[in-house]
């Protein structure tokens, strides 16, 4: 490992980058309400700032490895911190409808650039300590989602709602003032190996839809849970805290996960209580979202928080180098997100005809039994390497 490990500067790097892959969405659900009524968005378009950028995110990481050639890791970071920067901005200074679907898009093309590229950086950097980096790098991610959704509708109410969706474009430019310090070798342009490959293997699309379904829990609770809470009577702030809450419990699996993986060789035990968490917080909210409405957002958000880094370290250990690493977990992000996409979109459309969220979270509930079918398939001993 290199003397920038030691100096623990590498993982800071990654901290700072991945703190500005979420904001972008964490921002937006507890201000909803108020935004569609300045704006006129409907239920359906509200659910389409969340499933635009999370299907972009999908796309542009099916199409990682064409990028990577053209322009590199290093200048492909780069550029995807100031995509989410400019997204931010927009939203500042031009809050309408029509900008907020622009910048939802520009937002989810620069996360789908940084998603793609950072795998592979944090596997050829870290080496034997790549899961531990992982989970440090989606920890960062919740966190930055963890900020943003409980600061957002105070600075709303202060400063208008612009400004708490603007307000963390100046994330990304500490992003991109701490990416621009690491070392230029990263910027080597690799070509990834066998992508074709991957859609003949069955075990590479039970990782993606097993992806897929566990983070559209997360993109389902990120852009409903507080338009829920706000509809039963909480307030802005309320609902904003109760996300935190959510984002909290996500950051604690995360940070769990990324400390204690590499002493579970056998994934499926930690598979099986993530999911196990995540199903029993839904049914709170099925149930009875007022009376447990704590013990549903912190159930909830360990699941979410352990499936995020444990869904990518099973794809990253099916491949014996890093670049094969890499293309996996692009491969996995890629078509995940594009499942993922899907549920936020089709809860806005619940929404918009029953008034009601609940069965949005009896869909999720049962997808989570989908899920465990998937996790027992994931025996380490069956875990193998893709064909050349």
């Known amino acids: 490992m290199t003397r920038y490990w030691n100096q623990g500067f590498f993982p ?20 909803l309400d108020v935004i569609q009524h300045d704006t006129g968005l409907s239920d359906t378009d509200a659910g389409l700032l969340t499933t635009l950028p999370v299907a972009l995110m999908g796309l542009c990481l099916l199409c990682g490895s064409r990028l990577r050639s053209l322009i590199g890791e290093r200048n492909g970071i780069t550029a995807g911190l100031g995509l989410i920067g ?21 937002g989810g ?65 500490l992003g991109l003032a701490a990416w621009g ?10 070509v990834p190996l066998r992508e074709q490959s991957l859609y003949r293997v069955p075990r590479a699309w039970l990782l993606l839809s097993f992806f897929g379904l566990g983070t559209g829990a997360y993109t ?8 829920f809470y706000t509809h039963l009577g909480w307030s802005a702030q309320a609902a904003g805290m109760l996300l935190g809450g959510v984002t909290c419990a996500e950051v604690f699996a995360g940070i769990v996960v990324a400390f204690w993986i590499h002493h579970c060789p056998d994934r499926r035990i930690a598979l099986f209580g993530a999911i196990g968490a995540l199903l029993a917080g839904l049914l709170c909210l099925c149930l009875t979202p007022l009376t447990l409405v704590w013990p549903a957002a912190v159930l909830a958000g360990l699941g979410i928080g352990a499936l995020f880094p444990l869904s990518l370290i099973i794809a990253m250990d099916h491949g014996e180098q890093a670049a094969d690493a890499g293309a996996i977990a692009e491969f996995v992000q890629g078509g995940g997100y594009v499942i993922a996409a899907l549920l936020p979109l089709m809860a806005g459309i619940l929404r918009q005809t029953l008034t009601d969220l609940t069965p949005a979270w ?27």
């Open 12 to 31: 800071a790097v990654i901290v700072l980058v991945a703190i500005n892959l979420r904001p972008v969405l964490a921002s937006l659900s507890p201000l």
């Open 86 to 106: 400019l997204a931010g901005l927009g939203r500042w200074v031009w809050p309408h409808a029509a900008v907020m679907m622009a910048t939802a898009i520009l």
């Open 109 to 173: 093309v620069g996360i789908a650039i940084v998603q793609a590229f950072m795998p592979s950086v944090i596997r050829r950097q870290a080496g034997a300590r790549t899961a531990n980096l992982m989970g440090l790098y989606s920890t960062g991610i919740m966190g930055g989602a963890l900020i943003s959704s409980v600061t957002s509708p105070w600075i709303a109410q202060a400063f208008g709602w612009p400004t708490a969706l603007g307000l963390w474009s100046f994330l990304a430019v």
């Open 181 to 190: 310090k690491w070392p230029v070798s990263v910027n080597a342009r690799r």
């Open 220 to 227: 389902l609770v990120l852009a409903w849970l507080p338009p």
């Open 362 to 388: 009896w869909l999720m509930a049962g997808l989570c039994l989908v899920m465990m079918l998937m996790a027992v398939r994931f025996q380490p001993q069956d875990w193998i390497s893709f064909p050349s």
